[in-house]
């Protein structure tokens, strides 16, 4: 099948739902689903959602056909049981948590320990690193721009302090990182934007517009790099087919090993069942992903 081409402006998402054993895969409306299909003893066609996706448990004379027409017929009752969360990001990683002293941070894949200082006037909040080998990150308040809205020229606010930063690190490393891989895929980006999606690591659109999830910036590197070639690949390659993954190949030989680190870091997953290597969109919606991802 040849992979859907997409129109100027328009967003191709990334939301998908790939059993790790899925032979195949269908679209509901914009969401691309893989599936296990199990042959059973059993006389009539099933659909199971378990923790790692949508199984299929048909009798072995049941055809593809058939299959994927009950599928399709159960569509919203099969996204709706996939989008419960399986692995869900924990509350230190949500924008909503509450940032303490004593906290857990994680940063570019290394583990640090939030400490503030104890007299409030002082101007600098320090991540001390959980591991030896690490160094200590100090964030000054004077060099933090304040989310819109929040007030937070006072160390007493320690998450306004903690998520502006995190938020600002975000995207000037997303535009350092774009800036640097685009000239060897040969594309040009136009905007960047953070997204704060629980199931997208980043989406793109023909035009140049780039959306990355500010909660990268708790992955390790080799992760946030292979989720910026992805994108920028999107620009050339607005579908998931060979051409697309030599792409990215030929930037980052290993991709494969680079996408596994998400599923490496307990807790700091984006929600939703692993994903493999996923195949060329159908025609049938917009879906450009890697997942959680």
């Known amino acids: ?6 129109n100027k402006g328009e967003e191709c998402p990334l939301e ?51 299959i994927e027409r009950m599928i ?11 989008r419960i969360p399986k692995n869900p990001v924990q509350p230190p990683l949500s924008a909503e948590h509450a940032w303490q002293d004593g906290d857990v941070l994680p940063f570019l894949g290394a583990m640090y320990r939030i400490h503030v200082p104890a007299v409030e006037e002082r101007s600098v909040l320090s991540l001390h690193p959980i591991a030896e080998e690490g160094k200590v990150v100090e964030i000054e308040l004077g060099n933090v ?10 160390m007493a ?28 895929l040969g594309v040009q980006w136009t905007q960047l934007r953070l997204g704060n999606a629980r199931t997208r690591f980043g989406s793109a659109r023909r035009d140049g517009r780039i959306r990355l999830n500010w909660r990268l910036i708790h992955f390790p590197m080799a992760f946030v790099d292979y989720v910026v070639v992805h994108e920028l690949a999107h620009l050339r390659h ?10 990215i190949e030929s930037v ?29 969109c159908s025609q049938g919606g917009a879906k450009q992903s890697l997942g959680a991802r």
């Open 16 to 66: 998908e739902h790939l059993h790790p054993q899925a032979q195949r895969t269908v679209q509901l409306g914009d969401v691309l689903v893989g599936y296990l299909h199990k042959t059973t003893r059993t006389t009539r066609l099933r659909l199971v959602i378990t923790v790692l996706g949508l199984e299929v448990r048909a009798p072995r004379n049941a055809t593809i056909a058939q």
């Open 1 to 6: 099948m040849k992979p859907k081409d997409w």
């Open 72 to 82: 399709h017929a159960h569509a919203q009752w099969v996204l709706d049981r996939l």
């Open 238 to 247: 607005m579908h998931h087919g060979p051409q697309f993954w030599a792409l």
């Open 145 to 154: 721009t304040p989310l819109r809205g929040m007030a937070m020229r006072s």
């Open 252 to 280: 980052l030989a290993d991709y494969r090993q680079r996408r596994a680190i998400a599923r490496q870091m307990p807790g700091i997953t984006l929600g939703g069942p692993a994903v493999r290597r996923p195949p060329p």
């Open 157 to 184: 606010n320690v998450h306004g302090l903690l998520q502006s930063w995190l938020m600002q690190q975000a995207m000037e490393l997303g535009k350092e990182r774009l800036d640097h891989y685009a000239p060897m």
